[in-house]
């Protein structure tokens, strides 16, 4: 497993994350601690979760994944083996389920440390290594498409935050911090108010990256080079599709297209398209499919480490192994003609 530094920390982190977020949903508390002993086993230290999960998020479940992973980290008596990173939700006109009384989500002082609190209660640790912002607490593009969303008011509150995240440091409840669906205007507010106030400085983003989403790279991507920022992509498999597993209008038991038709943004426009001549592409050069796209993203200079994630085992295996799978000109070359043909279709 390589190892690659996390922002300017001097820590280093795997380039492979394990992301938690079926635990307690479609996978059981017995399937999370496997996978957890198995990506342990094979090198991974960065173990992804947010007070949200399980997803879909709901009132019924939610925390259930931190919850897992907290028994784990007790029962393995692992703690010092591996990073843990969580999330904060943002600003939500839906949500209004994760505090003790009913109020909707935002990233207020109260709620902040009310998020930190319970998640260290249910991981079972006195501190998070690193401490992310699920989402930004503005009238802001969120998760897909390309317009904002929109709250009733434009205001933002980056300095406040940045001060109860500074808050959190001091008291060593948070070693580093991180941001997440952000954009570059965002990240560089961060950086600007950090310096400003003397405040602690983000250290990654966790956006999406994938074949059909390499929106990264404008933008985002020379915040990483040059302010060391780097990015853990999440869904590098595009949720399952860029697997080839829904091809041909395919259901697979146990899926989550299957199980909760969420996953839209994949399946507009040139996006199906798109997919499709990928997984083709993969089985014209012998790949698997998943480790193709995998090994794209790990490919890419500005990425810290892939997240990824599986409902069974031999998903698992897959992944993990696309961290030693290197790929020809010839793969790259490819890869680039599609995105020409087809570029950024899954936003």
Known sequence: MEYRELGRTGHKVSALTLGTMTFGEQNTEAEGHEQMDYALDQGINLFD???????????????????????????????????????????????????????????????????????LKRLQTDYVDLYQLHWPDRPIRVFEGLEFQRFGDDAHNIHEILEVLGE???????RFLGLSNETPWGVMQFLKLA????????????????????????????????????????SPLGQGYLTGKYED?????????TLFNRLGRYEQ????????????????????????AIAYALSRPFMTSVIIGATTMDQLKTDIGAATLELSEAVFEDIDKVHLDYPNPCP
């Open 49 to 119: 979760a947010a007070e949200i999960y399980p997803i879909p998020p709901k009132a019924a479940t939610q925390g259930a994944t931190e919850e897992i992973v907290g028994t784990w980290l007790t029962s393995r008596k692992a703690r010092d083996k591996v990073l843990i990173a969580t999330k904060v939700a943002g600003r939500s006109s839906v949500i209004d389920w994760l505090r003790d009384e009913p109020t909707l989500s935002r990233q207020t002082p109260e709620q902040m440390r009310d998020a930190l609190h319970k998640s």
């Open 168 to 174: 959190f440091v001091t008291s060593g409840k948070v």
């Open 269 to 292: 426009g040139n996006g199906p398209r798109a997919i499709s001549t990928y997984v083709a592409l993969a089985r014209k050069h012998g790949l698997d499919p998943s480790q193709m």
């Open 249 to 257: 209008g395919a259901l697979p038991a146990g899926a989550r297209k």
């Open 195 to 234: 310096e400003q106030h003397n405040l602690p400085r983000v250290v990654s983003i966790q956006n999406a990256f994938n074949l059909v989403n390499r929106s990264y790279e404008v933008g985002l991507s020379e915040i990483s080079y040059e302010e060391q920022v780097g990015l853990l992509g999440y």
